[in-house]
T-cell receptor
């Protein structure tokens, strides 16, 4: 299923480099997120955007900069990569209905390895 | 602050037996509680959810219960099968900013 897609799937890079991860959703959802999942499997929210507007910005180093060119896309740019940035990064999107229904779906993840 | 506690962190169950995972949440305004299953190398997948206007929801071998007063919710898997082995996450939705707070996950092993 390609409802929420991310590229690349794997990213191996050296410390100090700058890299980007792209995310797209074709579900028509209003809100998109970036999560970081570390080696212990903890899922931690980093950012969320609603209709291109930044809603959530957790305590993430400012080397991480999200960009949402439109409602269907949310990209993550990381400057000056560090060893501790190695993790799986998941994009997600969500929809809240008028009857307060809610659904959130994850992308396939991008495994980032910093050497 | 916002917090979701999940127990146990690891659970081993004999195939065919039941598994129960428990969570508590801190924000009394939360009204949506999803459960996700994550297989090795895959994305978290929503398997069941419950809203605060009901106390229990069932979908085949999976059920979720919610006690709003105590701020507890639980996942019950009956007649466990090998394919149930995975990491399970509970979560609670913070209404004010559509932020989902996840528990730390439970690694479920189904023993043959």
């Amino acid at each position: 299923d390609t409802a929420v897609s991310q590229t690349p799937k794997y990213l191996v890079t050296q410390m100090g480099n700058d890299k980007s991860i792209k995310c797209e959703q074709n579900l028509g959802h209003d809100t998109m997120y970036w999560y970081k999942q570390d080696s212990k499997k903890f899922l931690k929210i980093m950012f969320s955007y609603n209709n291109k507007e930044l809603i959530i910005n957790e305590t993430v180093p400012n080397r991480f900069s999200p960009k949402s060119p439109d409602k269907a896309h949310l990209n993550l740019h990381i400057n000056s990569l560090e060893l501790g940035d190695s993790a799986v990064y998941f994009c997600a999107s969500s929809f809240r209905g008028v009857d307060s229904t809610y659904e959130q779906y994850f992308g396939p993840g991008t495994r980032l390895t910093v050497t | 602050g916002e917090n979701v506690e999940q127990h146990p962190s690891t659970l081993s169950v004999q195939e065919g037996d039941s598994a129960v995972i428990k969570c508590t949440y801190s924000d009394s305004a939360s009204n949506y509680f999803p459960w996700y299953k994550q297989e090795l190398g895959k994305r978290p997948q929503l398997i069941i959810d419950i809203r605060s206007n009901v106390g229990e929801k069932k979908d085949q071998r999976i059920a979720v219960t919610l006690n709003k007063t105590a701020k507890h919710f639980s996942l019950h898997i009956t007649e466990t099968q090998p394919e149930d082995s995975a990491v399970y996450f509970c979560a609670a939705l913070m209404n004010r900013d559509d932020k989902i707070i996840f528990g730390k996950g439970t690694r479920l092993h189904i023993l043959p």
